[in-house]
């Protein structure tokens, strides 16, 4: 089933935008931070979130007593955007001038999670975060799972829309004396700081030094 | 004036708020992509793109034919949203896992801009992403000021949400065998690849090679 509706239709330079399941969670597993959106009495909120997905199920957790999700977890629409800023495109002009990037962007409805799913979901947003580190780390006690909120929210309608590559000038920009190319950007993980309180023989974890891209 | 509203008052962990300019500024100034967030038809939509800021004002830009912009143009509220993923925040615990973070969420109405400040606006948001370069580049043509629309939004109501330092463990959790502390992380600049019809000895301009955070 695609993943493409009138209101995730790309018009604007449709050629960048991608409407499958396997380019939009490769998009999705490359990032663990998103901006949902929702509407409160007319005004949009747009918060910065951790998230996780297992197969076409997106899970987003947060304090019982969080605005955001408590709104979110009443069934009203939201949006969740997912966006990786891979380059700087810079053209000889600024029209031309661009970004490379890849994002999703998923329209749907969010659902509260509880039971053996919420526990099942927080493992999910943990490992989508740090593959291998909820296995090791102590798990949910009663009193945690009930101060925390924790909403599904089924993949059913999703855009992704990705530029890569060098700028395209206009033919007699070229001859212009100004550099023009791309500026590389990738969030990159620095040396772990260990907290005060740790024993200084405790090894840094392999899950902390794999490589991705955000 | 304080930027604080009983929409933009964070509830949550109140002591990450911040409500004020300086602050705000510096948070919006370390960075060039933003979220903004629109709502139509009661869907609201997040849309990654780039912003600059002069003073109090936010300026977006994009195509003449963006929906987006046509909506956001027309005097509805939106929401712009800033996020610097600074680390991750190991802890002991899922409950106390976290993220080191700084975002600015701003609150408002945007409005089409014309004429004069079309311009400058352009130059605002090409100096905000890399300060010194609209002065090389070829200006904007009346054709392409006519496919491009700019949005002013100005900054009357925002929030700004910092968290920094080390993870803070429940007292009996210091004693569990696993590592715990922060990985930083930071948007990196690569080494600039230059397009394919650059004359080989066009120089690297400095602007290219400052610091920044985002």
Chains 1, 2 share one sequence.
Not at 6 to 30: F, M, N, Q, S
Not at 52 to 65: F, P, Q
Not at 82 to 98: E, M
Not at 151 to 171: N, Q, Y
């Amino acid at each position: 089933m695609s993943l493409k509706t009138p209101r995730t239709t790309i018009r604007r330079l449709p050629k960048r935008g991608h409407y499958d399941r396997e380019t939009l969670h490769a998009v999705l597993d490359a990032g663990f931070l998103c901006h949902l959106g929702i509407v409160v009495d007319g005004q949009p909120y747009v918060i910065p979130t951790a998230f996780g997905r297992d197969g076409d199920v997106l899970y987003l957790h947060g304090s019982a007593v969080s605005r955001t999700l408590k709104h979110a977890a009443q069934g009203v629409p939201v949006c969740l955007t997912v966006t990786h800023l891979d380059g700087l495109v810079l053209a000889r002009s600024g029209f031309h001038s661009s970004m490379n990037y890849r994002s999703a962007v998923v329209l749907g409805t969010a659902a509260p999670v509880a039971g053996e799913e919420k526990v099942h979901a927080l493992a999910v947003i943990s490992d989508h975060i740090l593959r291998g580190r909820w296995a090791e780390i102590r798990g949910p006690s009663r009193k945690e799972l009930n101060a925390t909120a924790v909403l599904r929210l089924p993949i059913e309608e999703a855009s992704v829309k990705i530029r890569t590559g060098p700028p395209a000038d206009d033919e007699e920009d070229y001859a212009l004396p100004v550099w023009a190319g791309v500026l590389p950007l990738t969030l990159t993980p620095g040396k772990p700081v260990p907290d005060d309180r740790l024993p200084a023989d405790t090894p840094v974890p392999v899950y902390m030094k794999r490589k991705r891209s955000r």
